[in-house]
Nanobody
Framework: QVQLVESGGGLVQTGGSLRLSCAASGDIFSINDMAWYRQAPGKQRELVAAISNSGIRKYANSVEGRSTISRDNGKNTVYLQMNKLKPEDTAVYYC???????????????WGQGTLVTVSA
């Protein structure tokens, strides 16, 4: 089995910054893409940022220029640095990873439990 554990969420004022972390653990041979999604109340889950195992990044238009996704392959960890936060960034942020396991052939898509980010006006 593989688990993703997020941390770093919380309450922040408009214009502030947060750094989210997500650590993968378990029966991991390798990790392909890692990503952050978010879901605001009453809205669908949406992609915030993604990074491939070679470091290619992509961002949602809404966070482009304000956020940076990075990863530490040695620690199986992905980060999301968010700056200049706005109230509309308020959401539950979920980590996502495509994992190749050691024992079971193929790839497994795994989700974290989510971490709440609240941006006060």
């Amino acid at each position: 089995q593989v688990q993703l554990v997020e941390s770093g969420g919380g309450l922040v004022q408009t214009g502030g910054s947060l750094r989210l972390s997500c650590a993968a653990s378990g029966d991991i041979f390798s990790i392909n893409d890692m990503a952050w999604y978010r879901q605001a109340p009453g809205k669908q889950r949406e992609l915030v940022a993604a990074i491939s195992n070679s470091g290619i990044r992509k961002y949602a238009n809404s966070v482009e220029g304000r956020s940076t996704i990075s990863r530490d392959n040695g620690k199986n960890t992905v980060y999301l640095q968010m700056n200049k936060l706005k109230p509309e960034d308020t959401a539950v942020y979920y980590c996502n990873a495509v994992v190749e396991m050691k024992v079971v052939p193929g790839y497994l898509e795994v989700w974290g439990q989510g971490t709440l980010v609240t941006v006060s006006a």
